[in-house]
Structures are given as C-alpha cells and as structure tokens.
C-alpha cells in the first residue's frame, strides 16, 4: 500500500457523488499530480485515518494529510484550495470566518449529502490516465 510519498493525500467518501465531484474537479486542475486521493472506505484510506489517530470509520469529513499534517473539514477544503494555486488560493480568505462556523456549515452540507447529491453503490473508480493518483 502507498501513503503518498511526499505528496499530499486527500481522503474522501467514495460513494458521496459531491465528494467524487470534488476529486475531478481538482485533478484537472492539478496537472503535476501533486494531490494524491484515496477513498476514506479504501484499506489505504482507514490505514492513513489510523496512522494520524483519526477513527476510520470516521465518513463524514474529507481530510488531507500534507507536510505531516492532517486537515479536517473546512481546513481540509481551504489547504487543498492552497495547493490548487491560484485563483483557488483566494480561498485562504475563509481563515477569517472562524473555525467553528466554518465547520459548523461543513457539517451541515456532511450530514445532507446523499439526499442532495446523492450517493454511488461503490467507491468511484478512476480513469486510467489518473489511476496513479490514487493509492491502493
């Protein structure tokens, strides 16, 4: 199993169609493949949850996981932005909005995600082309 090297990783509900919309939303816009994925259901997934001392049956919150920290929520969405470059780094701006409100709206959109976006019977698989951005 990798854990991503020294590349970020983003674990994401893999059967979560808004969560499977984010993913190829960012690898377009990504084109040096520094963002690496996993479903959080995924034996990589739960080994990385496990490994930062986060419940892996935690499926409610994306998280990333770079330079050998770990982002939940609306920390996790802000960080990836960052990466992305700009204009998606303008989402830094968020930091303002306090953390508890930030989340609290994160949670909100969470808990409804399957009656709004609805939901996979499987976890999503990627497109040979990006296969490799994905962790077994």
Known sequence: MSDGGDHPVLLFDGVCNLCN???QFIIPRDPEGRIRFAPLQSAAGKALLSGHGLP????DSVVLV???EVYRKSNAVIRVA???GWPYRAAAVGRAVPES?????????AANRYDVFGRKDQC?????????????
């Open 56 to 59: 892996p049956s935690d499926l």
């Open 124 to 136: 999503m698989l990627p497109d040979d082309d990006v296969s490799d951005r994905f962790l077994d």
């Open 101 to 109: 409100v930030r989340d609290t709206l994160y949670d909100v959109i």
């Open 21 to 23: 919309g984010v993913v």
């Open 82 to 84: 960052e990466l992305l």
């Open 66 to 68: 770079a330079d050998g």
